[in-house]
């Protein structure tokens, strides 16, 4: 009797635990929502973060231009697939108003439309990624509308992050002096759409820069003028021919721009009348926002450093390898010359997002023909040197 009473108590027993457990497993499943709620649907498996999550406006800027003279800027707003901004011509200003789309190929297509709201042009071409910068390129054609006429296009993201809207407009000057026989083109960049003076005195540093290379051509053109008025006067014929002026071209690019430094160099270009060809340097502004002042060279690196050196030894081995791999025309003794750790062989830097960027002008490491020479000199490559708490410290982190 006893025997069966604890059967049947084991047998109630493992009935209880039997079904707390399943209590348990379904109360997850099972349990009704509390009173004045909804229950929610199960998750999908996958979740795709594109075709739910905010899309960010992204601004970009680019430089370029359309045909082989037709150089222009170009502004455009990045949502989605949507694509809207302005662009103008360098030469000419004036704004033209875009809006177009890019699908997930990266074909782009962007509608022009002038004062009058009218559509003007259309640019069809491709949205590229560089992978070496991770900068945007553009290339393809511009057309008028109705037309079957194509334009050849090409622009290049300029690394501008600037932020509060601020902007930089190529501003330009032109002179054309017919009694000296000179031509003057000259692009310079300003910083617009600021709710501050910050930039007032880079604006007036980058207006120094061009303003400099302008009296000095000019002062030499003075002194060939009065040298040749002994000279037979020129015949009408030599007057017309545009071979018979001098002239001077300067034009920038952006090595970086943002709210803590602006980097720019300067291509100068001149031509003499007489002259076997034209002659080309650079100049360079790098500008501490913060601090409202153009930078030194030295201003990088810590105080008895001996930064020449170094940046001598990677370029000249850098160089040396570029004859290799490139065919480029240079030879060994006019590099060691050119690149010597001498100030006058490193006044051309600007200050990039992945290194400091060495330009070394025509003639200086190679003849004419070879044109000028770049070297990028990783900042890694500099750690040791570089200023704590300067300019490129942030490159390091």
Known sequence: ??????????????????????????????????????????????????????????????????????????????????????????????????KGTIDRDGNLSL?????????????????????????????????????????????????IEFSGGVELTAKQIKENNKKLHYQISADYPQATGGLDNRFDKFNQEARSVVGRQISEFKKQMSVEAQSDESAPPATPQA??????????????DIALANDEMISLRFAVGTFSTGAAHPNSSSTVLNYDVKAGKALKLADLFNPGAKYLQSLASYCIKDLKQQVKSKGAFLDDATIESGAAAQAKNYQSWTITRKGLEITFDAYQVGPYAAGPQYVLIPYASLKDIIKSDGPLARFLK
């Open 1 to 98: 009797m006893i025997f069966r009473q604890r059967q049947v108590l084991l047998v109630i027993l493992v009935l209880m635990i039997g079904a707390g457990a399943a209590c348990k497993r379904n109360s997850g499943v099972t349990s009704a929502p509390p009173a004045g709620t909804v229950a929610s649907p199960a998750a999908p498996e996958t979740y795709h973060q594109s075709d739910s999550a905010p899309v960010i406006p992204q601004t970009k800027f680019f430089k370029g231009s359309i045909g082989t003279r037709l150089g222009l800027q170009m502004k455009l707003t990045r949502e989605g697939d949507r694509v809207t901004g302005s662009y103008s011509y360098q030469k000419v200003g004036g704004r033209i108003d875009l």
């Open 111 to 159: 509608e022009e439309f002038d004062s009058a709201g009218q559509q003007s042009g259309l640019f069809k071409g491709s949205w590229l990624i560089n992978k070496d910068d991770g900068l945007i390129n553009l290339a393809g054609n511009w057309s008028k509308p109705n037309s079957d006429k194509r334009t050849s296009f090409s622009l290049h993201e300029e690394p």
């Open 239 to 252: 007057e017309a021919s545009p071979s018979s002026e001098s002239t001077l071209d300067i034009s920038y």
